[in-house]
């Protein structure tokens, strides 16, 4: 792993990335990847490269709540960095419980110095205890200190299905009370427009170091669905770009994980998919950078982005009778965790 602390040397994010022996033509090349990714125009690139290049390191604060630090260790590719985790690598990251080397006092002292000034970026990472007393850290209340935090931030990242929704921690019978950072802050009476939802257990790393770049270059949050995340990632299903998608639309299902059809590739829904109804980007980033997601390795999507994640059923059930729109459904606030999962319309 390399070293997370900030380096007082380097300025800009560029400056850290060439550090860490990115050049310069492999920095521009990334760049505009993350344009693409963004959905944004391809002159963009040069947008993004001047900022990474000018405007200083953002600061980062890294609240784990209750969660199983995958999106940590999805976002860092511990065992082989990506650009993304590069990316990520060259913020300056000033509060990581999983990842920074202090402890105890050392690590409370980085805590209290990093909220001491606001304009960082708050990352959330696991879902948000109820009741008080439920989970603490350092011994103060991780509710209550979510919502110091959150109020000296310029950016709030929920970062993962359970700091979105709940995720897995609310799933029945919720037995902390947990909920997503958005529904948190708005039970606070909170604002949440500085807060963008990243979903995913966990979530794609292209979609973190993207938002954040963007919001770096541009200083304002990218374009948000009523869910909170942004349309570039979670503007459409995984099934519109699925390599199974012909055979959906040829009707030709596979009605066992083993049968000559599952083999042939053929779609997955009759055995649960909800590619139909989940907003994510993975069929069109693919994961550990290459064309990689659960469909192509023979899973169904089980929904992992979508708000109602893991209480929305069997994962190898086949979902309920065609209804609903091309994209997939969600909303914040208290309906979104017990929100179900939607079907396409036919040849979507
Ligand atoms: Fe949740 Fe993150 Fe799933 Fe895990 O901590 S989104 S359980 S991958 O890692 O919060
Ligand atoms: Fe792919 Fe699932 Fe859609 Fe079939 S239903 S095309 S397997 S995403
Ligand atoms: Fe999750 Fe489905 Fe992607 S299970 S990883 S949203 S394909």
Known sequence: MTDLRAHPDCSSVADALLTRGVTRRTLLKLCAGLAAGLALPAAEAATIARALAQEPRPRVLWLALQGCTGCTESATRAHEPTFESLILESLSLDYHTTLMAAAGDAAQSALREGLRERGY?????????????????????????????????SLILAVGSCAAFGGLPAATPNPTGARGVADDLAAAGLPVDRLVNLPGCPPLPQALAGTLVHWLTYRHLPALDGARRPLAYYGTTVHQRCSRLAHFRARRFARSFDDAGARRGWCLLKLGCRGPSTANTCTRLG??????????????????????????????????????????????????????????????
Do not use: K
Not at 124 to 137: F, I, N, Q, R
């Open 121 to 153: 970026v708050l990352v959330v990472e696991g879902a948000v205890p109820g009741p008080a007393g439920v989970c603490t850290s350092g011994g103060e209340d991780d509710t209550a200190l979510l919502r110091r935090a959150a109020a000296g931030a």
């Open 287 to 348: 994961w550990n950078g290459v064309d990689a997601y659960p469909m192509r390795a023979g899973h169904g999507c089980i929904g992992c982005s979508q708000p109602g994640f893991w209480d929305g059923g069997g994962f190898y059930e086949p979902r309920p009778p065609a209804r609903g729109g091309r994209r997939a459904q969600g909303l914040h606030g208290a309906g979104a965790q017990r929100r179900t999962h939607r079907q396409p319309r036919r040849g979507t």
